[in-house]
């Protein structure tokens, strides 16, 4: 990379923005202005769509009420209560219903479209947010209860509640956890087998994170991870939920 | 949305970024500089992942042998063969089971994670790159034809070629398409139906776009669109290509 005057890689501020992301989970009470907020959704409607279907819905919870809920649902993670905002991203396909009543539904690669499309939406938004001094945090634990997060906010059949988003003004600025390198995730031209060196590398990289930190130190390298969380069931109930809002039937 | 001295709407440098995405398509023959390469798959590693599990591998595409084969699988398109640089963007959990054999695999739920943290970092790259005076596409044609490309890139078991993302130097400046309002997109608390007048006006702006575009004009709306792309079947053979890689088992 480019090397600035003062020996910092040179970056324009979209990398910038790109590179310094944080999960941020401490939020001032300040809210957030209209127009930014509208920024930010719009900045989501940008993304690109799948043969222009545009299969998104995106619920903003501003109740206290559904929003207390949803921090429980969540797995009681208050900040889904407490953040200036707390927008729901979904895969939506009843739109679609609604337009076409015969509209052939129910196939797995919907349930892919849906899942891509929505995620390059979330993440517009996110890096819309951090480029306006927002902060923020996609909260895959709506998948913890999705009958129950489908309930409360009234999801008919076709739609399918994916992530929600926390965003407002970061109370501090978290650390950044090194992520896997370049090395180990991008392959040239055929899928390669784990470098284990470089794995043992990144391993004691993630160690002496976690040893260091300024919170919930912790003594383990990222394989460790890997096994205790791969080691036990992965939301089991996951496949009977989308089938019943009518995704990934065939 | 504040306006500037000049009356345009104010944006910051990573909000224009994102509200001037187009899908390029046409590419010179310039090739990518290695820093600027190097700096896209950086912000592609920068994104979020859920639970830290970090399940997603990139396939850079070089050899022209590989790249044309993947034109033709993608429904010929191509500007896989002829783009600097195309990149293969797969749900990895392989890389897990390298790690801890006995890791529990084949869930539903892994399968939307995979779908989502890939595409946060598809969506990365493909900004980056636009922020470097780059442009690209997302190919989900790389699902037509999904047995061929597994085996073509020797993606085991567990290995899932989402999309693929086609990157380089633009020939042309695209025309924007008009997408969804916010008024549709973005819901207040519950799930809203559909507002009748909002999608009209909607469809008009398409039918205008459409008809005045400088190529290939055509003579629909969004919902005569929607009509057409949905009376069809949508991949029928992804669920049982998905069980055979190891997903969405159960």
Known sequence: MALNAIGEVDMNSTIATIMRHRSVRHFTEQAIEADKLEQILNCALAASTSSFIQCTSIIRVSKPALRQQLAEYAGGQGYVASAAEFLVFCADFNRHQQIHPEAQL????????GAIDTALMGQNALLAAQSLGLGGVFIGGIRNNPQQV???????????PLFGICIGYPAREPQSKPHLPLSIVVH???????????L??????????????????????????????????????????????????K
Chains 1, 2 share one sequence.
């Open 200 to 249: 043992a590398e990144y391993d004691q990289h993630i160690r002496e994170y976690y040893a260091a930190r300024s919170s919930n130190t912790k003594q383990t390298s990222w394989s460790e991870h890997v096994k205790a969380a791969l080691s036990k069931e992965s939301r089991p109930f996951m496949k009977e939920y989308l089938n019943g809002q009518g995704f990934s039937l």
């Open 150 to 160: 489908t309930a409360l906010l009234g999801l008919p059949e076709h739609v399918l």
């Open 188 to 198: 040239q031209d055929q899928y390669q087998q784990l470098d284990r060196s470089a």
């Open 106 to 113: 129910g196939f797995t690669e919907q349930t892919l479209i």
